[in-house]
Structure formats: C-alpha cells, structure tokens
C-alpha cells in the first residue's frame, strides 16, 4: 500500500532553520507538496513540485525550499529563517495527476510532523 512519513520536525528558534523529509513508499509520483497546520487555523498548502516548477505560497516564499530525490522516492522542505507563525503541524502529500493548487487532487498524505519555532 502507499504510505507517506514526514520526519525532521521539533524546535527552533526564530530565525533558525528546519529541514523536513518525506518518505514514500508503494508508488513513485510525479506531484509533491507540503502542507501545513497551526493552532486554531486550517490547513495551508505551503509548497509543491509541478512538473519542473517549484511553487510557494507568499508567506514562505524566498524562506522555504521543497526538493525532491528521485531515486529514493523522498522529497523534503527547507525552511530558513523561521517565524514563530510558521510553527505547525507540516504535512506531506502527493499526487498521481497534476494539481495546480492545494484545494484538490492530493491523494495520498502523511501523518504529519510538528515543527515549533519559539
């Protein structure tokens, strides 16, 4: 079956850096992202992998970077310069289509890693 875990996660300082991983068995895919979830706020797309582009939402962008390795079928998220607001809990996910956004087609999800920035 297709299982996703997310790692890496746990403390930081403001300012300070965080390098999240997700592994993914069962399945090789063409489309990855990242979510995330902080206290009392809904889910957020924060990161995707379409096709040759990386995109990010405004929050993150030029701080978060999502990257993939092929060949171990991982894909992971760089954040740099950390904000207390980015403390959640982060989410991978994957697609077998190809979604241009982060309300639909992720199919297949990890079970999360809490990332707390202070």
């Known amino acids: 079956h297709v299982q996703l875990v997310e790692s890496g996660g746990g403390s930081a300082l403001a300012g300070g850096s965080v390098r999240l991983s997700c592994a993914a068995s069962g399945y090789t895919f063409n489309t990855y992202s990242w979510f995330r979830q902080a206290p009392g706020k809904g889910r957020e797309g924060v990161a995707r992998?379409?096709?040759?582009?990386?995109y990010y939402v405004d929050a993150v962008k030029g701080r978060f970077r999502i990257s993939r390795d092929q060949s171990r079928n991982m894909w992971f998220l760089e954040m740099n310069n950390l904000k207390v607001e980015d403390s959640g809990m982060y989410y991978c996910?994957?697609?077998?289509?190809?979604?241009?956004?982060?309300?639909?087609?992720?199919?297949?999800w990890g079970q999360g890693t809490q990332v707390t920035v202070s």
């Open positions: 996910a994957a697609a077998s289509g190809v979604p241009r956004g982060y309300t639909g087609g992720w199919e297949y």
């Open positions: 992998i379409l096709g040759g582009n990386d």
